[in-house]
C-alpha cells in the first residue's frame, strides 16, 4: 500500500521541485517519402510526419492530467534530410520548409532532423545540405538542424568542420535581428547518438525502426533538493548514492509516462532519456546540484569531479529504472539555459575552458554558449575540432551549440528569452588556428576505433 | 471487467472545519468510491491524502480536482492517478 511519505514526496517533487517529463519525441522514418521529384517528396513528407504525429500533443496532454506531471515539450525527429536531398535534389530549404509548416499544423514544439552525418565524408545531398542550414534556420521557426563531423570509428572530418565554422557564423548573422536564433537550433556533433530525444540535436536513425516514442525525463531541481537535506559531512559515496536513488525515482516516471503514451499512440515505446536537462527557472539548475555537492559556485576547481560523479550517478540511477535506457543520459550543461551557470559565467568563475573540461566527462558537449559578435569562422571550426577531439578519444558523445551574438561584445549579455534563456557574452582566445583548419582533410580514426 | 482504477488526492492547508465533508461530497459528486482516508494536523496544518476507486466516476482526473478545489477553496488539492506513486517507489 502507498504510504503518506512516499505520496507527500512525489508531489513535492511535482510541485516545488520542478520535476516533469522533459520531452515527448516521436521518431519518424522518412526513408519511404524519397522521391527524385522534391516537390513529390515533400508532400509524401508532409503525410508521413501529420499521420503519424497528429495525435502527439492531445496525447501528451492527456497524460499530463491524469498523473499530474508537466510534460514540457512534444517533439517530432526525422531521419536526416541529406539522405532525401541526395535522391531529389533541388533546393534543400524546401524540406525545412515542409517540416517547418508540418510542426505549426500538429502543434509540436520543435521537430529535428535537418541534418547529415558527414563523419567520415560527403555523400550525395550532404554538403548541399550543409550549405543551405543557415537559410533554413533564418527562414523556419521549429526546424532543428545537427550535423556529425566526426565519430571515434571514423575520425574527425576536418573539411567538415571549417564549412560548420562558416555555417555557424552565416547562422547567426542571417538571424542577428533576432538574437541570433538561427545558431541556437544548430548543433555540431561528434559521435551523435540516433535515438537522442532532446533538441536542437534530434534525428531519427537510419538504424531506428519506422516509428517510435522517446521520452526525455528531466529533475536537475529534486536531486539538489535531495543533496540539500544532506548533512554537509555526508561522505561524497553517500551523496551519489542518494544521487542514485533520485534518478531512478525520477526515471520510473519516464518509463511510466513513455510506456503509456507508446501505447496511446500505438507505435513502440523507444528509449528513455534520463537527462538533468536545467532551464533557466529558479531552482532548476544543473549548476546549483554542483554547488550543493559542495563547490562556493560552479566553475571552482573541483566542478569537474562533482560534475563526472553527478553524471555517472545519474547513469546508474537510470539504467535499472527503465527497460531501455538510450540517448544521451547524463546531466546537461546548457550555459544560458542553467540560473546556475548563467551567474558563473557573469561572474568569470565559468570560463569557456573550464567548460571544455567539464564537457569529457558530462553527457554533451559545449551547450548554448555566447561567443563574441567578431569570432572569426576558423575560430569556431577549432572549437568544434577541440571538442570532437574529446569525443572521440573518449568514446563519447560531444556537441557544440555555441552563438556569436552578432554585434555584442565580451561582458555584453544576450537575451533568447523563454527556455533558451540569457547568457553573457564569453571570453574566446584571440590567437588563430587558420592554418590548421585550412589544411583540411581528416583527423585519422583514434587505436580507440580498432577494437575488433 | 477492467481492472479497479485509483486515484491519489491530497488536500494541505490550514486546518478548519468540515474539510473532509467538502472533500467527500465532492468525490461523491463524481461518482467516485472513497477507499481510505489518512489524515494529520501538524501545528495547525492539515494534510489528508484520499484513495479512491474511480473506476465508475463520472469526471476525468484533472475535472474531479477542479471540482475538489472548488468546495475547499482555502487547501491545495491534488488528484493524480496511482501508477505515477507505484511506479515511483514500487520496484
Given at each position: 500500500m502507498l504510504n503518506m511519505s512516499d505520496i507527500m514526496e512525489t508531489i513535492t517533487m511535482i510541485q516545488d521541485e520542478n520535476l516533469d517529463i522533459r520531452t515527448t519525441t516521436m521518431g519518424i522514418s522518412l526513408i519511404d517519402c524519397a522521391d527524385t521529384d522534391i516537390d513529390r517528396s515533400c508532400q509524401k513528407v508532409y503525410d508521413k510526419i501529420y499521420s503519424h504525429a497528429k495525435d502527439l500533443v492531445k496525447t501528451g496532454e492527456f497524460i499530463e492530467r491524469k498523473y499530474g506531471i508537466p510534460i514540457v515539450n512534444k517533439r517530432v525527429s526525422v531521419t536526416p534530410i541529406s539522405l532525401l536531398l541526395g535522391v531529389?535534389?533541388?533546393?534543400p530549404v524546401k524540406y525545412a520548409k515542409t517540416l517547418d509548416k508540418v510542426a505549426h499544423d500538429i502543434g509540436i514544439n520543435f521537430i529535428g532532423g535537418y541534418s547529415a552525418l558527414v563523419q567520415k565524408g560527403f555523400s550525395a545531398g550532404d554538403r548541399e545540405l550543409i550549405e543551405s542550414i543557415p537559410r533554413a534556420l533564418a527562414e523556419t521557426e521549429l526546424v532543428c538542424s545537427s550535423v556529425n563531423i566526426g565519430s571515434t570509428k571514423a575520425g574527425i572530418n576536418m573539411d567538415a568542420v571549417k564549412i560548420m565554422g562558416q555555417k555557424v557564423r552565416e547562422a547567426a548573422e542571417l538571424t542577428a535581428d533576432r538574437q541570433c536564433i538561427g545558431d541556437a537550433k544548430l548543433v555540431v556533433f561528434c559521435n551523435?547518438?540516433?535515438?537522442?530525444?532532446?533538441?536542437?540535436?534530434?534525428f531519427h536513425g537510419i538504424?531506428?525502426?519506422?516509428c517510435v516514442l522517446s521520452v526525455g525525463v528531466s529533475g536537475p531541481g529534486v536531486v539538489r533538493s535531495v543533496l540539500a537535506k544532506m548533512p554537509d559531512d555526508a561522505s561524497l559515496n553517500e551523496v551519489a548514492e542518494a544521487i542514485k536513488k533520485t534518478a531512478f525515482k525520477i526515471t520510473r516516471v519516464g518509463q511510466l509516462v513513455g510506456t503509456e503514451a507508446a501505447e496511446m499512440l500505438n507505435v513502440p515505446f523507444g528509449i528513455i532519456d534520463l537527462s538533468l536537462a536545467p532551464t533557466p527557472a529558479v531552482g532548476d539548475s544543473v549548476a546549483h546540484i554542483l554547488e550543493e555537492i559542495g563547490l562556493e559556485q560552479c566553475g571552482a576547481h573541483g566542478t569537474t569531479a562533482a560534475l563526472a560523479m553527478l553524471n555517472d550517478a545519474v547513469k546508474k540511477g537510470g539504467l535499472m529504472a527503465s527497460s531501455s535506457v538510450g540517448g544521451l543520459s547524463g546531466a546537461f550543461i546548457p550555459v544560458t539555459e542553467d540560473a546556475g551557470m548563467i551567474n558563473a559565467a557573469r561572474e568569470g568563475t565559468l570560463s569557456i575552458e573550464k567548460l571544455e573540461a567539464m564537457t569529457a566527462v558530462?553527457?554533451?558537449?559545449?551547450?548554448m554558449i555566447v561567443i563574441p559578435g567578431d569570432t572569426p569562422a576558423e575560430v569556431i571550426s577549432a572549437i568544434i575540432a577541440d571538442e570532437a577531439a574529446i569525443g572521440m578519444v573518449n568514446s563519447k558523445t560531444t556537441a557544440v551549440r555555441v552563438i556569436p551574438a552578432i554585434g555584442l561584445e565580451e561582458g555584453q549579455e544576450l537575451d533568447f528569452g523563454g527556455l533558451l534563456g540569457s547568457g553573457p557574452v564569453m571570453k574566446l582566445r584571440t590567437k588563430s588556428p587558420a592554418k590548421m583548419i585550412n589544411r583540411g582533410g581528416r583527423i585519422p580514426a583514434p587505436m580507440q576505433s580498432l577494437k575488433n | 471487467m477492467s481492472e479497479t482504477q485509483k486515484a491519489v488526492v491530497t488536500v494541505i492547508g490550514k486546518d478548519m472545519v468540515g474539510i473532509l465533508s467538502k472533500v467527500s461530497a465532492a468525490v461523491a459528486e463524481a461518482n467516485a468510491n472513497v477507499m481510505e482516508v489518512t489524515q494529520s494536523v501538524l501545528d495547525g496544518y492539515f494534510c489528508m491524502i484520499m484513495i479512491l476507486d474511480i473506476t465508475a466516476a463520472d469526471k476525468s482526473i484533472d475535472e474531479m480536482q477542479a471540482l475538489i478545489g472548488s468546495h475547499v477553496p482555502d487547501m491545495v488539492v491534488h488528484v493524480m492517478h496511482e501508477n505515477i506513486f507505484n511506479s515511483m517507489h514500487r520496484i
Open positions: 531529389s535534389g533541388g533546393d551523435a547518438v540516433e535515438d537522442n530525444p532532446f533538441m536542437a540535436g534530434a538504424t531506428e525502426a519506422d558530462c553527457s554533451v558537449g559545449l551547450d | -
